[in-house]
């Protein structure tokens, strides 16, 4: 005969199971009641206007630098620098590349921003510790509070004259 310790082990037991296949059975089964609950679709619309085309055609016109180009330049801009990442974006209303550049030899990183239409350096940041722009957080690294401004208050704001702002997405591809 099975003594009341063991009963209560096996009727737990039990229970978190039957929690655990319920919550399982949920989640799995959400998207496809989701689907069949939608009583309205949206019609697919064919305008005259495409703005994803619109886009890439204002893209193609206006970066006049090459992304090695401007990865070079960024390079530059930092003492034994190595290029981690970078990408076109924008910053505040204008089109540019954003690069993390880390010094292995300092144990360091910056941030800079290279105007895409002109090759010009618009910003460089100060240097953050490699752990925070490099491998493993920041800019290149997990994505811990990436995005350009967002540093816990380490580096400079961008400024723009138009005192408009937004951030630039700046982890790696």
């Not at 925070?132 to 811990?144: K, N, R, T, V």
């Not at 995005?147 to 380490?154: A, K, Y």
Request: hydrophobic share 40%.
């Amino acid at each position: 005969m099975e003594t009341p310790k063991k009963v209560n082990k096996k009727v737990v037991m039990a229970g978190i199971m039957a929690a655990v296949l319920s919550v399982a059975a949920v989640l799995i089964m959400q998207p496809a009641l989701a689907q069949a609950n939608s009583t309205s679709t949206a019609p697919e619309l064919h305008g005259s206007v495409s703005i994803a085309n619109a886009t890439n055609d204002f893209v193609r016109d206006n970066v006049k630098v090459s992304f090695n180009d401007a990865a070079s330049t960024a390079q530059s801009q930092v003492s034994n620098g190595v290029v981690l990442g970078g990408k076109l974006t924008v910053a505040q209303g204008f089109l540019v590349y954003s690069f993390n550049v880390a010094n292995y030899d300092a144990g360091t990183s910056r941030i800079v921003i290279v105007d895409a239409g002109n090759g010009s350096v618009l910003y460089t940041s100060d240097e953050m510790p490699l752990h925070y722009g490099g491998l493993g957080g920041g800019f290149g690294g997990c994505g811990h509070h990436g995005g350009f401004g967002h540093w816990n208050g380490m580096g400079k704001q961008m400024t723009s004259s138009s005192d408009e702002s937004s951030d630039v997405e700046t982890n790696s591809a």
